[in-house]
Every structure is written in C-alpha cells, then in structure tokens.
C-alpha cells in the first residue's frame, strides 16, 4: 500500500530560477490538492484538481504558479522567477470524491530559495 | 477569509496527563478534521469528524465536532512522549473541498 508520495523531497534554488514538484496521490484518489505551509503555520490551500480538471485556485497562487494534472493521476507544481518568499514546504493531499472526501497528506518538498 | 483559531499555542505536560486543545471559527464548517505533524513531515490525519454534536474516538484520543458547527476539541488521555509533534484542527466547508488549518498547537510530552 503506498500514500501520497512527493519529489523530490528537498529543494534549494537561487532566486530567479524555476523549480517544480510532483505528487502522485494514493491510487484511485480522483481528488488532489496543493497546500503551502510556512514555519510556525498551518497548511494553506493553493488549489485542487478532480481528475484533470483544476477546480479552484486560492489567490496565493501567483502568476508565477502553475499546476497540472494532464492525465488525472500524478500533478505537479511548477514555480517560474523563484523568490525567496517562496521558501515553505509544499505540501500535496489526496482524497476519494465520495461523501466523506478525508484528505490524506504526502510527506512535502520543503523548498528553499537562496 | 475564513480563519481557525486554535489553542492553546503550546503546552508543555508531564507523561501520562491528559491534553486539551480546541479549534473555534467565526463561520461553520461542515466537516472538522484533527492532524499531527512531525518536523519535517507532512499532516497525518488522526480523527475526521462529519456531523454536528458527533463524538469520536481513536484509541487515546477523542475528539467532538460543536454543536453550533463552529468549534471543535481534541482530548489526549494519559500522554505518551511519542505524542510530541504539533496538532492541527482543519475546517472543511464543502463537501471534497479545500481545508482551512488552524495554526497549530506545539505538545511536548516530559518522560
């Protein structure tokens, strides 16, 4: 049985540079979902997908920030003209669309921009 | 926004009591979730709760979604030092949407 995975699981870029991150969620989750989490905070909602489709987006996400889920399964997050406020942990969950919806979380790519 | 206010910030407790922590919300949430963090890890879940009132348990911990839907508590009886990592309350306003996180609670357990 395997969870949400992510990678990579570090990232260290100098501003200006892009970076981006892959999710695979847990088998048969047709929902996913992107959150950012800075020290000392909780999670905060970046946006979901069902299946291929990029449901809602938070304003957090910049023009700077993309993510796509091309063929409903794995999704990734792409960063362009890393800033350093960009530093956090980028967090990925998964859940099944059903009447409950639990997310489950993967294990993060903590990001760092010199 | 929406915003969850958790409390208390941290708690430092001798092993073996028990811990309280709660979650309250200037709107109500129709799903209320609890998580721990460990450093460097991601959320994992430990109670989901899905009706107003509902009180659930998960081995040593129990947890109660309000009944005015804007509160929820998380009880730990009898801690143990591997219950050390930061809690997170999580309200859910639609059914598989997004969560709205509280800003944590720190536990540290003394032996």
């Known amino acids: 049985d395997t969870g949400v995975s992510q990678d990579p699981r570090h990232k260290i870029t100098k501003r200006g540079q892009n970076v981006t991150f892959r999710c695979d969620p847990i088998?048969?989750?047709?929902?996913l979902y992107w959150y950012r989490q800075t020290l000392g905070q909780g999670p905060e909602f970046l946006t979901y997908f069902q299946n291929e489709a990029q449901l809602e987006k938070s304003r957090l996400l910049s023009d700077r920030f993309s993510a796509e889920r091309p063929k409903g399964s794995f999704s990734t997050l792409e960063i362009q003209r890393t800033e350093q406020g960009d530093s956090a942990m980028y967090l990925c969950a998964s859940s099944v669309w059903d009447r409950v919806g639990t997310q489950y979380f993967g294990p993060g790519t903590r990001l760092l921009v010199l | 926004g929406q915003q969850l206010n958790q409390s208390p910030q941290s708690m430092f407790i001798q092993e073996g009591e028990d811990v309280s922590m709660n979650c309250t919300s200037s709107s109500i949430f129709n799903t209320w979730l609890w998580y721990k963090q460990d450093p460097g890890e991601g959320p994992v879940l430990l109670i989901a709760?899905?009706?107003?009132?509902e009180l659930t348990s998960n081995g040593r911990l129990t947890a109660q979604f309000g009944i005015t839907r804007k509160d929820s508590f998380l009880n730990i009886s009898a801690s143990i030092p591997s219950d050390v990592g930061i809690y997170f309350c999580a309200g859910q306003l639609h059914q598989g949407g997004k969560l709205i996180f509280g800003q944590g609670t720190e536990l540290s357990v003394k032996p």
């Open positions: 709760l899905y009706k107003a009132g």
């Open positions: 088998s048969e989750h047709n929902r």
